[in-house]
């Protein structure tokens, strides 16, 4: 997948759902925010992510002393204000080359990292919008399922480093995007796991397991409930075996 292009093409997509909407709009999926607070969010983020790979930092940047990093207050600055962080972004990481290790939140990382990161924070982000303007939400298989994968690999990084760990020892969810893939998260040796497979991979099978959850949905339905944007009940969300166990997940894994 381009993630470049992907992040720029979504990130235009954002900005069209949020063109002409009333930014005092309340966002009931981030709740006390507004579609302001989203645009500004996006926009700042993108300013953050951009001046952390083009000046090739190692260390922590204030998101607060990003130049540019309020946008104007006329309404289309604003959309131009919000697609020029994605665009400053790519143009930071070709000028500093993809591999070139700079810092984020999970430790130190390529350059490219920041794009896939940025790409998903967008998607989710428009998600917001769309659902606080009523509107239908969708993205294609091959998204979705990258969104899905990015979001539980930073789970399983960030709940190695002492964050309660969402499933306990015995514990098995198993993620079934239709048509699109399958996600395993187990407790290995007392750390979270994924395995891209079946719950019945040789990795999770070889402990022994006492409660086993099997989400399934469309792509787009399952990374939405994943990420919290629909309840865990939806009716798109179809849940069998331990149900306690996805409650469990949802209730301990980041908003």
Known sequence: MDFAAALIEQNDAFAQTLRGADQATPVSTCPGWTLKHLLRH?????????????????????????????????????IDWLRGGAQCLVAAMNRTGADTPVWTFLGPRPAAWWIRRRLHEVIVHRADAELALGGDFRLSSELAADGLTEWLERVVVQSAGGVRTP???????????????????????????????????????????????????????????????????????????????????????PF
């Open 167 to 253: 499933l306990r020892d015995g514990q098995t969810l198993h993620l079934h995007a239709a048509g699109a893939g399958d996600w395993t998260l187990c407790v290995n040796d007392g750390a979270l796991a994924l395995v891209p497979s079946q719950p019945d991979s040789a990795f999770c099978s070889s402990r022994e397991r006492s409660s086993l959850a099997t989400v399934s949905a469309d792509a787009t339905s399952l990374f939405l409930a994943v990420v919290r944007r629909i309840p865990a009940d939806d009716p798109r969300i179809t849940v069998s075996g331990d149900g306690d166990v996805w409650t469990a997940w949802l209730d301990h894994t």
């Open 42 to 78: 996006v926009g700042r983020g993108d300013r953050w992510a951009a001046q952390i790979v083009g000046d090739r930092l190692t260390d922590y940047l204030d998101p607060r002393e990003v130049p540019n990093g309020k946008p104007p207050d006329d309404a289309d600055g604003t």
